[in-house]
């Protein structure tokens, strides 16, 4: 891979520009007045797995929110800020949580090794691993034992969408809102549903519902 220097940046972001108007004189103008996006991306901070490219949508089409190892902390007022506005004021259909194997978040996780300040966040997915540790340790490999934490973990984000009263309080309201778990595999490029969706709040294990639908 070559090396860019910042003045590359520069140019590419002029050259991106000008592409950009060229198929769509206004394409600035229309962004600059509104963005309405119909999904929220929540996925890993990863270089290797940028949201608009991957599923192939234009500036304004997809609202994102990053972090090591996609994870929705309920004391993460980031994350928690981005779902709210997400969902209340931008109304996304879908809330998706995107992992992908070969997360060095997950890795760090996985293995017993101190390293430093990030272990208090990687232990959300030590408490994945510990839940299921089980299922894990039936598998013969460290590659395949990780993988498998790596959907653990998505599936366990999808929970804690669904466990927010921004979700419930919205499917309360009748509001559409799906929350879906996915998973991106850097070897193909390719994107697979790792099919625990939800769409309403009977889906969630009763002891998180804190939203009741009125009347
Ligand atoms: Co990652």
């Not at 990863?46 to 192939?56: E, K």
């Not at 997915?125 to 498998?148: N, P, T, Y």
């Not at 921004?166 to 309201?173: E, F, L, S, T």
């Amino acid at each position: 891979m070559s090396e860019s220097s910042l003045d590359d940046l520069f140019r590419n972001n002029r050259h991106w520009a000008e592409r950009a108007k060229s198929k769509d004189p206004h394409f600035f103008e229309k962004l600059a007045a509104q963005q309405s996006p119909e999904f929220l991306w929540i996925g890993c901070s990863d270089s290797r797995v940028p949201a608009n490219q991957i599923i192939g949508l234009l500036p304004g089409e997809v609202f994102v929110h990053r972090n090591v190892a996609n994870m929705v902390v309920h004391t993460d007022f980031n994350c928690l800020t981005v779902l709210q506005y997400a969902v209340e004021i931008l109304q996304v259909k879908h809330v998706i949580v995107v992992g992908h194997y070969n997360c060095g978040g997950v890795r760090a996780a996985y293995y017993n090794e101190d390293n430093g300040m990030i272990d208090n966040w990687l232990r959300n997915i030590k408490d994945v691993q510990h839940l299921h540790r089980e299922q894990i340790e039936e598998l013969d490999s460290d590659g395949e034992r990780m993988d498998l934490l790596c959907e653990l973990n998505v599936k366990k984000q999808v929970a804690n969408v669904c466990h927010t009263t921004i979700a419930q309080r919205a499917w309360a309201r009748g509001q559409s809102l799906e929350v879906h778990g996915w998973i991106y595999s850097l070897a193909d490029g390719l994107l697979r549903d790792l099919g625990c969706s939800v769409s309403k709040v009977e889906q969630i294990t009763d002891v998180y519902r804190v939203v009741h639908r009125l009347g």
